[in-house]
């Protein structure tokens, strides 16, 4: 997977976009459901915690601040599946 673009999360800061939002969900669903297998969670749940990892995100995406290192978006996200 590709880092993460910088214009995206600079688009979904701004929070009137979309379009960005189902960018965000069609990149990053397929790699949460992927963890979540991972951790033998059913296929059925999966899909269920991804959705509502993805409903945290939006609430809490106005909270994160990029630190300009590879993967920190990815590891914010990972840490709210695993919270999830």
Known sequence: MLPT?????????AND????????AGLYSPLIR??????GVR???????TQEVLLVVVR????????RRAGAFRAWLRTIAVNC
């Open 17 to 24: 976009d979309p379009a960005a939002w189902d960018r965000l």
């Open 34 to 39: 992927g963890w979540l297998a991972r951790h």
């Open 5 to 13: 673009s910088v214009s995206l999360l600079e688009r979904l800061h």
């Open 60 to 67: 809490r995406f106005p909270e994160f601040r990029h630190n």
């Open 43 to 49: 296929p059925d749940d999966a899909e269920d915690l």
